[in-house]
């Protein structure tokens, strides 16, 4: 392909860029060519389908690639660093469900096709799981069955972790391709929020743009909480020692970069310098790092758990306690098998949804919110958890 060409330049361009235009274009259709609306719509049906059909393969290679591949009982000293990795990802989901209650957001979303059929105690919750975990996999994956979807990647992933090198490279390689359609199909998203924005807008006005605001506030909000207080105390805790030095640090040189990068992969050499600078143990960091990109998902967490629960107020479904703890758990395996693309996390949202008897179709329209405020919401996402890999790794792995 010619790399001067329109669709190169395209596919090449800044994505953030895009999907702000295809907002504003979205909105001012909306407002002032109706008609036009209703043609474009198209655009943004087709978009959440590629994503309904992409998103159950997703989960289900990443989770179980992730856990055949990965490196197990090697590293003793990394024990620690994976402990805080996973009580952070799971506090960032039960906080974002405090935070979710305290302050109730709702979402305007179009009307699905499929009834709903939300469980009305936590016995309900607990069976409905446990028959979707033993569901046919092909089943699940035809029917996007996210929790039986989920059980079988672990349980291929546990089978397989003790396969021959070769086989494990297969896993990889197909993940990789697996996240190159992903990435395709992320990068027509200007397109797809083009159609949204514009159907939407045309039919519930300004309600829709004022409930995109609410939530990237709770979402950001959450996050700038998580980075300010509840990470300083995991280190206090840990070390005994002022946070904050070391914190400050970790955002001027990880959490700044990240941000603008939307990676956290691509954040990768950024953070093992600094560890270098910070005089840490490199036999260490050079594993906790990468590790850190795939797993330590704050985020990700935050991300997940309050646009699900957003959409559980939104269709009036009551949630008691052990089904909102059920949620942090599930919130947070599901961060922890987020894709490393801009918005990956936002594709694990039906997962969580899931649990509530919440169908696909309102899912993914969930999905494509997450998208149109993810200009913002990536970005912090991205911030919190590459900064949080390099602080919580110098809590473990200091030489001095």
């Not at 907002?23 to 008609?35: D, N, Q, S, T, Y």
């Not at 797993?295 to 959409?311: C, R």
Request: net charge positive; with cysteine.
């Amino acid at each position: 392909m010619n790399k001067n060409s329109l669709v190169s330049r395209y596919f090449n361009g800044n994505l953030v860029l895009q999907i702000s235009v295809g907002i504003v274009l979205g909105v001012i259709v909306g407002a002032f060519f109706k008609e036009v609306a209703s043609s474009v719509s198209i655009l943004g049906k087709l978009f959440v389908d590629a994503l309904k059909a992409i998103a159950p393969i997703l989960v289900f290679i990443l989770v179980s690639t992730a856990i055949a591949t990965k490196e197990m009982g090697v590293q003793t000293n990394i024990k620690p660093i994976i402990f805080l990795y996973l009580v952070g990802t799971f506090l960032a989901a039960f906080v974002s469900i405090i935070v979710s209650y305290l302050f109730p957001t709702t979402l305007v979303l179009l009307k699905a096709n499929e009834p709903l059929n939300p469980p009305d105690s936590v016995v309900s919750v607990l069976q409905g799981v446990l028959f979707n975990i033993v569901d046919n996999p092909v089943h699940a994956l035809l029917t996007g069955n996210f929790m039986g979807i989920l059980a079988w990647a672990i349980g291929l992933g546990i089978a397989m972790h003790y396969s021959s090198a070769e086989t494990k490279k297969v896993f990889f390689d197909v993940s990789t391709g697996v996240t190159k359609i992903v990435q395709f199909i992320i990068r027509l998203a200007p397109f797809g929020i083009f159609g949204l924005v514009a159907d939407t807008f045309a039919k519930t006005g300004m309600a829709s743009l004022l409930s995109y605001g609410r939530i990237l506030v709770l979402l950001v909000g959450t996050m700038l909480f998580m980075l300010f207080v509840i990470n300083p105390l995991i280190v206090f805790i840990k070390t005994k020692k002022n946070p904050f030095p070391l914190l400050f640090i970790c955002i001027k040189e990880s959490a700044i970069t990240a941000f603008f990068t939307r990676s956290s992969a691509a954040n990768i050499p950024v953070n093992m310098n600094l560890c270098k600078k910070l005089n840490l143990d490199e036999n260490t960091y050079s594993v906790s790092i990468p590790l850190g990109a795939t797993t330590n998902m704050a985020g990700a967490a935050v991300t997940i758990t309050i646009l699900t629960l957003a959409t559980v107020h939104t269709l009036g479904i009551n949630v008691d306690i052990f089904t909102a703890l059920l949620l942090s758990v599930i919130a947070s395996l599901a961060a922890c098998g987020a894709s490393g693309v801009a918005g990956g996390s936002l594709l694990l949202i039906p997962l969580a949804c899931s649990l509530f008897g919440i169908t696909n179709d309102i899912a993914l329209q969930v999905v494509a919110i997450g998208f149109v405020i993810g200009v913002v919401q990536d970005s912090m996402e991205t911030a919190l958890n590459s900064s949080t890999d390099v602080l919580f790794t110098a809590c473990c792995a200091s030489k001095s």
